[in-house]
């Protein structure tokens, strides 16, 4: 069997469904289910099959029915044509929008992981314990489509353990509940743990398959969502979305109890003890520990954080010129700077406003409150941040071979944003080309333009190893971890603060541990006001899961529980002046750069419409909210 660390291709004995409907989801292909599940290499084939209906959040231009990064408020990418994030960005969109429409898909790998687990058994080359273990792996993995499936659409149909069965009237389906969805996801997942394994014995060949502690958690953040505002009785949905069955598909109330489980979910995967911070010890200065150790989370594939994860997979679109299959050269030419770089794109931008949140090394505070109507930040006086003037000589933490004139707003920042964030002015991430500065500007070294340009004068460099020399075109890999030890720390921080049994002191001490790594002081010195006021201390949550979780596909569903996407998904596109043609203009503020329309989010949006395509297929589905 091939090795799973790629999440391997789709099986050539398989096929597509040939209907529309995913009630007729089948094998389809020239061997029959006995053949199939008769021989060891083809049943574990089969498995490996199923993996592949996972997402992949790192292509991030490509719908691929995944990546949510450039939809959501920390990204603001340079293209605003002919890709398929901008509808999303702007309001329009509806039942009738193919991108990013994964409900046949996911259904496809439901059905797929259910034949398996139905037939597994007849594979008698495969002792019964390992076909046990094979079993559980895919129960996870149907329970995991279920949670994509839920997090995107809200409740659907639950199958359980039957093969989706085409003799059922498209017109007899309609969807449970919240409650019935997360029940059945949880339940499903607790029968896999007891089968799976700890940890993967042999990384080299298995890196990649699930393990216990994957499981558990994903029914962290599983929980983490039940108990969220959009999920867990929010007044938008109170009286609407009844099904067939006359029951209401959302809590018309919510349920404190349900951030207690969430909780729970978070401790219990912390207590497993299998799983540390990533940490760089190979630097003698602090701070630029803080920075590799952050960077490392990425770079060292398959460290002590990592729960789980994969390569991200090979495209084999040939997008933009990308040879197909060379996923290293897909992403890592877009976050290099045009013309300063040989075969770069440089359109993986994060927002100002992710820009903005890094918190200050020395005082521990996120810097910005908020915005004034013209795009220039509020800035917390105590943080000791400013947004004007510049620092001549700035050496910066990771370019020790030649100082530069920095602007203010990037002196001083935390590990973090050292890590992710090139900025205009900024040597660039190695030395192996050319050691001048890079400039966004009209002119400048990287200069705006009309065609391949970074249109808001930073760039997303935190997926790309310093160490690769792609002049030399030596492209590298990206490792994607679907999750880590840091995301539980803050699903536990999360859920203490707002569980009946409020737990303030374990909040602090988990979003510290986060905090730490990144080299800032304790949350409750970097504002003392922070004690006893639950409302601050959930504001400071979720700046530090922005920051920390940046670009891993958390922010697009984080802002959409929390309700607060009407706000955050809103308002003009601000970039720095990049039209200026001299660098200190060039860093004031502008929505007038980036060509696209402003962004928009209406209460609809919260959840996605289902498509026309499956309104066709189930009329009497009940759609959801405004649409």
């Known amino acids: ?60 231009l490509n719908d691929g029915h995944g990546s949510s990064v450039p939809r959501s408020d920390e990204a603001l990418f340079s293209w605003y044509q002919w890709v398929d994030y901008l509808p999303f960005r702007t309001g329009n969109w509806g039942p009738t929008t193919a991108a990013y429409n994964i409900w046949h898909s996911k259904y496809t790998g439901i059905s797929q992981a259910t034949i398996f687990m139905n ?37 659907v149909f639950i199958w359980g353990d039957e093969t989706p069965d085409p003799l059922i009237k498209a017109d007899e389906v309609d969807r449970h509940t919240v409650d019935e969805n997360i029940e059945f996801i949880i339940s499903e997942i607790d029968r896999a743990l007891s089968y ?67 909780a729970q979910a978070a401790l219990d995967v912390i207590n497993l003890n299998l799983y540390q911070l990533y940490e760089d010890r190979s630097a003698s200065d602090p701070f630029l520990r803080s920075i590799r150790s952050y960077q490392g989370v990425l770079f060292n594939e398959w460290n002590s954080e990592a729960i789980w994860g994969s390569w991200s997979r090979n495209v084999g679109t040939g997008f933009g010129g990308t040879p197909p299959g060379d996923f ?27 820009v903005d949140t890094y918190p200050m090394a020395a005082s521990g505070r996120y810097p910005v409150t908020g915005y004034h109507s013209d795009g220039n930040p509020i800035i917390d006086p105590l943080s000791g941040f400013s947004n004007v003037g510049f620092t001549d000589d700035f050496l910066h933490p990771l370019s020790n071979w030649q100082t530069i004139k920095a602007h203010n707003s990037t002196v001083g920042r935390d590990a973090r944003f050292y890590a992710s964030i090139h900025a205009n002015g900024f040597l660039w991430i190695n030395d192996y080309g050319r050691k001048d500065p890079v ?13 391949d340009a970074v249109r808001v004068g930073f760039l997303w460099v935190r997926m790309t190893n310093p160490q690769l020399n792609t002049i030399n075109a030596n492209w590298g890999r990206i490792f994607s971890p679907f999750y880590r030890l840091a995301e539980i720390y803050l699903n536990y921080a999360e859920a ?43 504001e400071l949550i979720r700046k530090e899961r922005k920051v920390e979780l940046a670009f891993e596909g ?16 809103t308002g003009p596109n601000f970039t720095l002046e990049l039209r200026a043609t001299n660098y200190e203009a060039s860093w004031q503020r502008s929505a007038n750069v980036w060509a696209g329309d402003d962004r928009v989010f209406q209460p609809r949006h919260y959840l996605f419409p289902i498509n026309q395509r499956q309104l066709n297929e189930m009329k009497n589905i009940t759609q959801n909210f405004g649409w």
């Not at 060949?205 to 962290?220: C, E, H, L, V, Y």
């Not at 700077?337 to 075969?343: G, I, K, L």
């Not at 958390?554 to 998904?569: L, N, P």
Request: aromatic content about 12%; proline content about 6%; charged content about 25%.
């Open 439 to 451: 400039t966004y500007f009209t002119g400048g070294t990287s200069p705006f333009s009309q065609g």
């Open 119 to 155: 037939n597994v058994d007849r594979c008698l080359e495969i002792d019964q314990n390992t076909r046990n273990m094979m079993k559980a792996e895919a129960r996870f993995l149907r329970a995991n489509f279920y949670f994509e499936l839920f997090r995107k659409y809200g409740p």
């Open 554 to 569: 958390h922010r697009f569903y984080d802002a959409r529980r929390w309700m607060i996407a009407e706000e955050a998904f």
């Open 1 to 60: 069997m091939k090795k799973i660390r790629l999440i391997i291709a789709l099986l050539v004995i398989l096929s597509a469904p040939a209907c529309n409907s995913y009630l007729d989801v089948q094998l389809l292909d020239q061997m029959t289910l006995e053949e199939v599940f008769s021989k060891r290499t083809t049943t574990e084939a089969y498995l490996a099959h199923i993996y592949s209906y996972l997402p992949n959040e790192r292509d991030f």
């Open 496 to 538: 203490c603060n707002e569980k009946p049994s409020r737990n303030e002191a374990e909040a602090l001490k988990y979003i510290n541990r986060v905090r730490e790594r990144a080299g800032l002081n304790r949350l409750e010195v970097a504002y003392p006001e922070v004690i006893g006021n639950q409302s601050l201390l959930r």
């Open 196 to 262: 799976l394994p700890l940890q993967v014995s042999d990384t080299r060949s298995w890196a990649g398959r699930i393990t216990r502690g994957a499981a558990m958690a994903a029914k962290s953040r599983i929980l983490l969502y039940a108990a969220s505002p959009l999920f867990n009785g929010t007044e938008l949905y109170r009286g609407q979305m009844r099904n067939r069955d006359g029951n209401y598909l959302f809590p018309q109330t919510p349920d404190p109890q349900k951030w207690e489980r969430a």
């Open 328 to 354: 290293g050269f897909f992403f890592n030419s877009r976050v290099q700077p045009p013309q300063f770089m040989p075969n770069a794109y440089g359109g993986f931008a994060p927002s100002l406003e992710l």
